[in-house]
Each structure stands twice: as C-alpha cells, then as structure tokens.
C-alpha cells in the first residue's frame, strides 16, 4: 500500500470518527429533549416544586440556577481577568509563572464532589456560612477560575503584537497598551469563553450538593430586601439548583409524576445550555465583526 492510500485510509478513519462522535451526542440530545419537551409548559416553569402531590413546576430551581450563575461570574470574572491579564502581558517565562500554569492545570482537573467537599469544610463549617447560595458561588468559583483565565490568556496571546507596537509608538504605558487596545480587541473571545463556562456552571451538581444545599425554601419574589430571610434575593438562604433538583427527583422523590418532572427538568437544562453555546458562538462572531469592521 502506497502513501496515498495510507493517506486516504487515515483520514477516512478520521471522518468516520468525528460522525461517531457526532451522531453520539445528537442521539444522547435527541433522546432528552424528545421525551422531556412534550411535558414542558408555562405552568411548569413558574410554579413551585411539590414534594408529595403531582403536578409540581422547577420555578425556584430555575431561578436559583440563574441567581448562582451571576453571582459566580461577579466573584471569578475579575479573578480570572486579572490572571489572564498577568500571564499575557506582564508575566516572565521562569519557575514562578510555571507554578503558575500548573496550579490552574491542577484545579482545572478536580472532581467536583471534592470541591463540594472542601467548599463544605470550608465554607459551610469552618466561616458559618451554611447551606447558602454564596457558599455554592464561591465554590463554583474554582471550576470556572482556570476555564475564564485559560480562555481570557490565551484570547489576549491571539492579539497581533502589532497593535501593542503601536500602542508603544504613541507613548502608552503598558497597562494604558493592554486596557485600551489589547483588552477590546480580544473581548469576543473573552465574551465567548464566559458564556462558555457560564453553561458548565449552570449544569454542575456535585459540588452544590454539598454547599448550596438540597432544599429549596419557599421565597417571595416580590421582596426586594437583599438581606431579608424571605427575599428571592438573598444570597445566604439554601437553594436547590436544577441540576441538583433532577438528581434529587430521580433518588429521592415520592411524586407521582416523578419521571415526567425529570425528563422535563433535563430537557429545561440541555436547552439553557445549548442557548449558552450558541449564543457564545453568535455574540462572539457579531462583536468581532463590528470591532474589526468585517462583513
């Protein structure tokens, strides 16, 4: 067999690979959303869950998945930017930086359920948190920290050196280089990287087990005061997530309707995150056009 067969013969396999993996995650797609959509209505996504009784909804699990999305994105976003920012622009290629690396490698990598476990240790018991949505936040800070600083990096590096040249010829600092020119040029690939990781975060579980809590208190979403113990606003109140809700509602629940309520609940779930990603990919693409003045 000549080379152009070999060559042929790779990357068949290759093609034959890709749709494998294709048609995989399409079949595990197809098989949630067809059983779980024909069960998602407008009354199941504003009521309250039941615990004994059929008929329930996944309005606070929703709402709190959302709640302790944005609070994550506040705590890790300027964490993350600011690293990013040093390992791009300012940091030197010695020991230091390579701790540095390796450090975001080896968080990148934790199971979440020992995350979970550290963040109960920790936050729950040690700093009297509790069972909160601040704890579940802070914890989830450390799965999306090394996803946004990776991401924020590595759309800072893709940067031409050019536009940094340029910024030094009219006698900008660094720092004016990298928050006046190199930062806006690079913030559709930043954008696309926190929404990204935004959808990672909103599916987690394991970890919010153990720091957000399994219980989800029924609040009033018409008390606006933060610090209220019945305001939907208040970030040290337990919150049972959607993720969590439909591991809970398939171990534990005595509804009738448990299935149902799962199915619909995972079909919710895939589709927030499949908005997430192609959203990341329209906004990305939308704002590098009109920062780089392309059609």
Known sequence: ??????????????????????????????????????????????????????????????????????????????????????????????????????????????????????????FVIKLNLGFSILSGAIALTFFNLPLLTRNIEESLRSVPDLQREAGMSLGLSNWKTTTKIVLPAALPGILTGLILSAGRIFGEAAALIYTAGQSAPTVDYTNWKIFSSSSFLNPMRPAET??????????????????LISSASSAVLIIVILIFNLGARFLGNQLYKKITATK
């Open 1 to 122: 067999m000549n080379a152009k067969k070999y060559d042929h013969l790779a990357t068949g396999i290759i093609y034959a690979l890709v749709v494998a993996v294709i048609l995989i995650l399409v079949a595990i797609l197809g098989y949630i959303l067809f059983n779980g959509v024909p069960d998602i209505s407008w009354h199941f996504l504003t009521s309250a869950a039941q615990s004994f009784s059929a008929g329930g909804g996944i309005r606070d699990q929703l709402f709190n998945s959302l709640y302790l999305l944005v609070l994550t994105i506040i705590v890790s976003l300027p964490i993350g930017l600011g690293a990013g920012i040093y390992l791009s622009e300012y940091a030197k290629d010695n020991w230091f930086t390579d701790l540095i690396r390796t450090s975001v490698e080896v968080l990148s990598s934790l199971p979440s359920v020992v995350v979970g476990l550290f963040g109960y240790l920790l």
């Open 242 to 259: 959607l993720a969590v809700h439909i591991w809970k509602v398939n171990t534990e629940s005595v509804t009738p309707d448990a299935h």
